[in-house]
């Protein structure tokens, strides 16, 4: 076989073993030999998460799936304690698909409104259903159960690590003058007072 045919007859999965380290040349001295399929195997419910006061995230994304490098595709796990609230948000440049593997969550997700009015729709979604916000969305879901921890996988079209790809409400607030915001919702800038100045991401956060 011809360089060339052997480069055909394995295809893409030639290239994606090889941008990790698993192909081209023999393994190093004394090295386990890694099993290809590795390459398209990530091990997401195992995975150390990102641990937030009231919950947990755990990603698979370029960073740390290296196959899904440019393939426009990432994939979280977001677990939601008792009382538990994903921050407010949205994605400027992906939408988001939501599948519900356990519990109950309560959803908002606000979208365009070119008729002067505004479209905001808020349901409940459970075990088995599957929940789209639309790129640029403004959304959140939190745990609707007072008794059951919530688990939700979630499918961006982006390879980006979650939280980079999104603008969440404190950044948002945060961003803005209070006399800026008091003009807006026509009340005096020191009704933002007690909001905290420091601009840091939520992602996860739990009712007090």
């Not at 009015?117 to 979604?125: C, P, R």
């Not at 088995?128 to 919530?150: C, I, K, Q, R, W």
Request: hydrophobic content about 40%.
């Amino acid at each position: 076989m011809t360089e060339i045919s052997r480069r055909n007859a394995l295809g893409t999965g030639a290239g994606v073993a090889a941008a990790i380290g698993l192909g081209g040349g023999a393994p190093a001295a004394g090295a386990a030999p890694v099993p290809r399929q590795a390459a398209h195997l990530f091990p997401l419910s195992k995975t150390a998460p990102s641990k937030f006061d009231g919950g947990t995230l755990r990603g698979a994304n370029e960073d740390t799936f290296p196959v899904l490098a440019g393939q426009n595709g990432s994939a979280y796990l977001v677990h939601l304690d008792v009382g538990g609230i994903r921050e407010p948000h949205w994605h400027p440049s992906a939408w988001e698909l939501n599948y519900i593997i356990a519990g109950t969550a309560k959803w908002t997700i606000l979208g365009t409104h070119a008729d002067g009015s505004y479209h905001n729709d808020a349901f409940e979604a459970g075990k088995g259903d599957l929940v789209f916000a639309p790129t640029g969305f403004f959304h959140y879901f939190e745990n609707a159960s007072t008794t059951e921890g919530l688990d939700v996988l979630v499918i961006f079209n982006t390879s980006t690590a979650e939280p980079n790809d999104d603008i969440g409400i404190v950044g948002t607030l945060n961003s803005l003058p209070r006399d800026v915001l008091g003009a807006v919702f026509g009340v005096p800038a020191s009704a933002f007072g007690a909001i905290p100045q420091k601009i840091e991401p939520v992602v996860i956060t739990k009712r007090k």
